[in-house]
C-alpha cells in the first residue's frame, strides 16, 4: 500500500465510527498484509509495544489524579485560585487559569481539566457577568496547561518513544505550561481594558482561610514531591506515580477525609477505562508505525525535510505548521506514536535540543484538543455550557492565537525550555 492509501484507509474508518485504536490497528494490518509481511508480525508488535517500563507509571499518575479529582480537591484548588485573584477586573477569568496551573499537577491531563473545571468555571463565570463563550474559551485554553505542567500523561507516552528520561521532560514543561498561562492571562487582560471585566470570586467550597491554605499546601506537595524524589535519586519517574497514588490516597481518605467508597470505587473505574484506551491506541499505532518505517513510506517526508539541513529553526515551524494541520485529524496521543517516529531522527541530525524538540511537538500537538473536528476539549466545554461548537471556536481563537505565539517563543529561544532540565545531571 502505498503512504496515501495507508491514511486513506485509516481516515476511512474514522469517518465510519471505528475508535482510533481500532482504525490504527486494522490500518496497519492491511498495510502489513499487502506489504507481504507475516500476519504474526501484527499480535507481536501490538504486545511487545506495550512491554516497556516507562509505561507503567501512565496508570499511576492517572489514578492518582482520579483520586484527587473526586475527592473534592477541585473546588479546594478553585477556591483558591479564586481568592488570590478576586481584587483584579476578570478576577474569575484569572482564577480560571491559576486552577487550571494548580490542576495541572494533579491530572496530566487537558480533558480532566476541562471537564473538572468547567462545571464550576463555565455554568459560575455568567452569574458574574461574564459571556458563557467566553467563560468557556478561557477554561478550554488554560486546560492546555494539563498536559504540559508535570506530572503528565502525553509525556510518558513520548518519552516510551523517543527514548529520554521522563523526569527530564516534566522539569522542561514547568515554563512552558507557565507560558501558556501567561499568554492566556493577556488575552484576558486585554479583554479586560476592551470591554471591561467584573471583579469577584468563584466560591466552590466555604473554607476557612487557614484551612484552605492547609489543604491547598497538601495538594502542592504532590508535584512537588514526585519531582523532588526523582531528581534527588530517591526512586524512579515510574516509581514516583505509585507512591503518588499512596499519598493521594492518604491525603484524600485519611487527611482530608473527602473520598467517599464510592468515590473511590469510581476512580479506580475511570482509571482502567482511561488506561485500557491509551494502551489499546499505542498497541495500534505502533502496528501502524512499524509498517511504515520498514516499508520506506515515510522516506518521502524525511527527503522532504533535508531542505531544512542548514536552518534548524525552520525545520521546527516545519514541525509546528506540520502537527497543526494534522491536530485537525489526529489526537496528540496519536500524533506522539505515529509522527515523532519520523521527524525525531531528523531533529537529531539537525542537533536540536531534545527537550526543546519535545515541548514544541508536544505543545504543538496539544493544541488539536481545541481546535475542530477533532477538538476534545472543545466538544466537552460545548456540552457543559450547552454552546454551538462555531460560537465557541470563535471566542476561543484569540486564546489560541496567543498559545501559537507561545509556541513560536519557544521556537525562537530554546533556553525558555532547555534552562531548567540543563540543570539535571
Known amino acids: 500500500m502505498s503512504p496515501s492509501s495507508v491514511f486513506a484507509c485509516f481516515f476511512f474508518l474514522v469517518l465510519v465510527g471505528a475508535p482510533i485504536a481500532i482504525a490504527l490497528g486494522l490500518t496497519g494490518a492491511a498495510a502489513a498484509y499487502f506489504a507481504g509481511f507475516p500476519m504474526v508480525l501484527i499480535p507481536t508488535r501490538f504486545f511487545s509495544s506495550l512491554d516497556n517500563f516507562s509505561l507503567l507509571a501512565a496508570p499511576f499518575y492517572i489514578f492518582a489524579g482520579e483520586v484527587m479529582n473526586r475527592g473534592g480537591i477541585t473546588e479546594t484548588l478553585i477556591t483558591f485560585a479564586a481568592k488570590v485573584t478576586r481584587w483584579v477586573s476578570g478576577g474569575a477569568a484569572y482564577a480560571n487559569i491559576l486552577a487550571s496551573i494548580f490542576f495541572a499537577g494533579i491530572s496530566g491531563t487537558a480533558i480532566a481539566d476541562t471537564a473538572a473545571l468547567g462545571k464550576i468555571f463555565i455554568n459560575g463565570m455568567p452569574k458574574q457577568g461574564y459571556t458563557r463563550e467566553f467563560s468557556a474559551a478561557v477554561t478550554v485554553a488554560s486546560s492546555m496547561i494539563g498536559p504540559i505542567i508535570p506530572p503528565s500523561v502525553i509525556m510518558i507516552v513520548y518519552a516510551s518513544v523517543a527514548q529520554v528520561s521522563i523526569i527530564k521532560l516534566f522539569i522542561a514543561g514547568i515554563v512552558p505550561g507557565l507560558l501558556l498561562g501567561f499568554a492566556c492571562g493577556v488575552v484576558v487582560f486585554i479583554t479586560a ?58 491525603i484524600a481518605r485519611f487527611i482530608l477525609r473527602t473520598l467517599s467508597n464510592g468515590n473511590l470505587i469510581g476512580a479506580l473505574k475511570a482509571s482502567i477505562r482511561t488506561t485500557s484506551s491509551l494502551y489499546l491506541v499505542i498497541a495500534g499505532a505502533s502496528v501502524l508505525s512499524y509498517v511504515l518505517t520498514v516499508t520506506g513510506a515515510v522516506a518521502g517526508v524525511r527527503d522532504l525535510t533535508a531542505i531544512f539541513s542548514d536552518n534548524p529553526t525552520t525545520f521546527l515551524f516545519f514541525v509546528f505548521a506540520v502537527l497543526m494541520v494534522a491536530g485537525f485529524f489526529l489526537e496528540p496521543g496519536v500524533q506522539v506514536l505515529l509522527l515523532a517516529p519520523i521527524f525525531l531522527p531528523i531533529s537529531r541530525s539537525l542537533g536540536i535540543d531534545e527537550m526543546q ?69
Do not use: D, H
Not at 505543545?363 to 460560537?391: D, E, H, N, Y
Open 357 to 425: 524538540f519535545a515541548m514544541v511537538f508536544l505543545l504543538s500537538g496539544t493544541m488539536s484538543l481545541m481546535t475542530p473536528p477533532v477538538g476534545i476539549c472543545l466538544f466537552v466545554a460545548a456540552q457543559i455550557g450547552q454552546i454551538p461548537i462555531g460560537r465557541m471556536f470563535v471566542a476561543i481563537l484569540p486564546f489560541l492565537i496567543a498559545q501559537l505565539a507561545a509556541i513560536a517563543l519557544l521556537i525562537l529561544w530554546p533556553g525558555l525550555v532547555t534552562f531548567l532540565p540543563n540543570l539535571v545531571n
Open 193 to 250: 481594558i476592551r470591554k471591561g471585566l467584573p471583579k469577584g470570586e468563584i466560591q466552590a467550597v466555604e473554607k476557612s482561610g487557614g484551612r484552605l491554605a492547609f489543604e491547598s499546601a497538601l495538594v502542592f506537595s504532590i508535584p512537588l514531591f514526585i519531582v523532588v524524589g526523582t531528581l534527588s535519586g530517591a526512586f524512579t519517574a515510574t516509581e514516583a506515580g505509585g507512591i503518588a497514588c499512596v499519598y493521594a490516597l492518604l
